[in-house]
């Protein structure tokens, strides 16, 4: 028996990490029963079945309810030799709870020639918006703590609603709007690799 170690990178041209936010014992942010690490879960596991077939490889940072530290997801990105890096979330308002949309942030302070993390942040941010026939809330910097701040790759974090509005957190849990969102989330892949050869 022979067994060879070879390195994702080596078998793939096209590596993409999707990081769903919190699981275990982390449940993000929370509203009547709506968690952040399921509804990411989903959409991540949906993404990575979409892209299947469009020659790129993707990885997820967990495939299960687990606890992950911010550490062991940063050493995966950089393990399996990304080319991009998404963190999938929700987002919450409690002083404002009309408050809806989809937003995106990105570390401000790590530029990449030709395409870095604002245009990843922009792209996914506007791939998703039109998925899903929702509204795009802006671009902002990622807080310094955030793991974005550790990656030297396009990478980006898409916050996929508001689960302190009702409306919003109603299509959050459905299957078929999470299928929506997941389309955007590919899409946006694909236009990054068609743009970049």
Do not use: H
Request: glycine fraction near 6%; proline fraction near 3%; aromatic fraction near 10%.
């Amino acid at each position: 028996l022979w067994v060879d170690y070879v390195s994702p990178k080596e078998l793939y041209d096209r590596i993409v990490v999707l990081d769903p936010v919190g699981g275990g014992r982390d449940p993000g942010v929370t509203a009547s029963g709506c968690q952040e690490k399921e509804v990411a879960l989903s959409v991540a596991r949906q993404t990575a079945q979409l892209m299947e077939d469009r020659q790129v490889k993707v990885y997820l940072t967990r495939t299960e309810d687990i606890d992950v530290t911010k550490e062991a997801r940063r050493q995966f990105a950089d393990w399996v030799g990304a080319d991009l890096y998404l963190e999938i979330g929700l987002s919450a308002d409690d002083a404002q709870e009309s408050t809806y949309g989809i937003r995106a942030e990105y570390n401000d302070e790590y530029y990449l020639p030709d395409f870095g993390n604002v245009q990843w942040a922009d792209c996914v941010t506007r791939q998703v918006t039109v998925a899903s026939s929702n509204r795009a809330i802006g671009l902002f910097p990622a807080e310094e703590d955030d793991i974005l701040w550790q990656l030297k790759i396009p990478a980006a974090r898409i916050s996929l609603g508001y689960v302190t509005n009702s409306s919003e957190r109603q299509l959050l849990e459905q299957e078929s709007y999470q299928k929506k969102l997941a389309e955007g989330i590919a899409e946006a892949i694909s236009e990054v690799y068609t743009n970049t050869q």
